[in-house]
């Protein structure tokens, strides 16, 4: 059973940071690409980052480009999530998920075969 588990989200101030994790089960982490994605309230979902299974490979959105890191542990099957420089309008559920084909992270949660249960991030002063 494939289990993606997100955690580290919480309530920062603007300008914060949070790292988020995911810790993946049930598949070979070591050979799948993986995304972020996150969805803010009352709106649809945002591809936030991708990276190929090795890590030699990452795409950001414009939204967080220069702001956030995606990296990977394969060893120790977990995803990362490095938050810097929050905004206000980086409040969302944040999702690691599985894509159904790598690339850019799609905006539909059909483009992806699997998604954890979510971790909030509430940016506020």
């Known amino acids: 059973e494939v289990q993606l588990v997100e955690s580290g989200g919480g309530l920062v101030q603007p300008g914060g940071s949070l790292r988020l994790s995911c810790a993946a089960s049930?598949?070979?982490?070591?050979?799948?690409?993986m995304n972020w994605i996150r969805q803010a309230p009352g709106k649809g979902l945002e591809g936030v980052s991708s990276i190929s299974s090795g890590g030699a490979w990452k795409y950001y959105s414009d939204s967080v480009k220069g702001r956030f890191t995606i990296s990977r542990d394969n060893a120790k099957n977990t995803l990362y999530l490095q938050l810097n420089s929050l905004k206000t309008e980086d409040t969302a559920m944040y999702y690691c998920a599985l894509p159904k084909n790598f690339g850019k992270p799609g905006t539909s949660w059909t483009d992806y075969n699997y998604w954890g249960q979510g971790t909030q991030v509430t940016v506020s002063s």
């Open positions: 049930g598949f070979v982490f070591r050979n799948s690409g």
